[in-house]
């Protein structure tokens, strides 16, 4: 797949000595890369995951392209639309993947973000960034700081969780089921913010960085000529979610280059 988005060229001893992408104007990797790969081979792996209490998932490129369409028309229908700026704490849960697919079908630009947050971190990253929604886990206390810090939120009106029933949160992994598996592309450019990190704050308040829908081709460097992924394999990058790390090694640049993701 990476192929489509890259040239790359080799001396005579096949050491790499030039890289350059190509980005279409309306790219988006979620339809471009994960629903094509679906459509060309369904039964592809592309996510295993497990938990400490033995629990067990492997999902394929036709699942995670449904599950995200079934999320983005649920998120949809309540009310996050393309440009809303949409934190997502879901630990490594699998729900995070589809729900980053998800948001990246509606435009929403996501915000992923460590469980480790406090109340006063969140509502320093709501305000900052000018975050409309939450979607969180509901375990290390992670909703109950949302909740706390909602009302010092301005523009925060829509929060998601997945699996646990909670008062104040519509539940994102459950409303999905009964949602169509099919949507209307929503138009994008290349050009239109896509993700927005927080930085770690080692020397100040952290600073919001976002990038855009081009970002997910840079990291065909990163997977396929540093971690150096085998079409077929199975990459581990150790990162929670909510940091920059899980976009160099758990998801984009290992899809792009054929590697299922641990």
Request: net charge neutral.
């Amino acid at each position: 797949m990476y192929k489509n988005f890259c040239d790359c060229k080799y001396d005579g001893d096949g050491h790499l000595v030039d890289v350059s992408l190509k980005c279409p104007e309306n790219f988006n990797f979620a339809f471009d890369v994960v629903d094509t790969i679906a459509e060309t081979d369904p039964s592809r792996r592309a996510l295993v995951w497990c938990d400490t209490e033995k629990n067990e998932r492997t999902f394929n490129f036709d699942q995670l392209s449904r599950l995200s369409i079934q999320a983005a028309n649920f998120l949809l229908e309540k009310g996050i639309k393309k440009g809303d700026r949409v934190m997502v704490i879901l630990k490594r849960h699998y729900e995070y993947w589809y729900t980053i697919l998800a948001l990246h079908r509606i435009g929403a630009v996501a915000v992923p973000t460590t469980y480790m947050v406090t109340a006063e971190d969140i509502i320093y990253r709501v305000n900052t960034g000018e975050i409309n929604s939450i979607i969180c886990a509901e375990d290390d206390n992670i909703c109950a700081n949302v909740l706390e810090a909602k009302d010092k939120c301005s523009t925060l009106k829509l929060l998601f969780n997945v699996r646990k029933y909670l008062k104040d949160f519509l539940r994102l992994d459950t409303g999905l089921a009964g949602m169509p598996d099919k949507m209307d592309r929503i138009k994008n450019s290349a050009t239109d913010p896509f993700i927005m990190y927080f930085t770690s704050g080692t020397t100040g308040y952290p600073k919001a960085v976002i990038h855009d829908y081009s970002y997910p081709l840079c990291h065909i460097m990163t997977a396929k000529f540093w971690q150096n992924v085998k079409e077929g394999g199975l990459h581990l990058s150790v990162a929670d979610t909510g940091w920059g790390k899980a976009s160099w090694g758990k998801i984009y640049g290992q899809w792009l280059c054929g590697s299922a993701v641990m």
